[in-house]
């Protein structure tokens, strides 16, 4: 059953105008996965995910995940 993957971010007030638009929570990223094993691999091994992480810095005040098995409730 596919999995999706839900990712909330709000940036820190300090961050810069160039860094944001809006306060509160300004991106979102939804990414839907096969399985739950695919999702594990790219939280933990993906380069490209990784690298997107390390590269956010001190902007980001809060991260806020969910993750859901389709069709189950």
């Known amino acids: 059953m596919g999995v999706t993957h839900i990712v909330l971010f709000q940036f820190k ?3 810069s105008a160039d860094t944001v638009k ?3 929570i300004t991106h979102a990223f939804v990414v839907e996965f096969e ?4 999702r594990d691999y790219y939280v933990n091994k ?3 995910h990784l ?3 390390g590269g956010l810095g001190d902007a980001i005040q809060k991260v806020q995940v969910i993750d859901f098995t389709n069709g189950v409730f």
């Not at 399985?35 to 695919?38: A, C, H, L, P, S």
């Open 22 to 24: 809006d306060d509160g």
């Open 46 to 48: 993906d380069p490209a």
């Open 35 to 38: 399985n739950v094993e695919d």
């Open 13 to 15: 007030a300090s961050a």
């Open 51 to 53: 690298a997107f992480v």
